[in-house]
């Protein structure tokens, strides 16, 4: 039986010295890349800089013409 390695999708045979993972390498860099992910959850809300900028309706005020 095997599997396919989380991180390069190699196939892994089932009671593999790095089970599910081909390798310790492999094994390292899909732990690394689940810290990555939560490390990039912050810990407070981010500053609303990233708003769309919507122009503001509603205003009745349109001197174009
Ligand atoms: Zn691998």
Redesign the pocket.
């Known amino acids: 039986m095997t599997v396919k390695?989380?991180?390069?999708?190699?196939e892994?045979e089932f009671g593999a010295h790095d089970f599910p993972?081909?390798?310790e390498?492999?094994r390292l860099?899909d732990i690394g890349r689940w810290a990555d992910e939560e490390y990039r959850i912050p810990a407070v809300s981010p500053p609303f800089e990233l708003q769309p900028n919507e122009p503001a309706q509603g205003g009745g005020t349109q001197d174009d013409e």
């Open positions: 390695c989380p991180t390069c999708k190699k892994v993972f081909c390798s390498r492999c860099l």
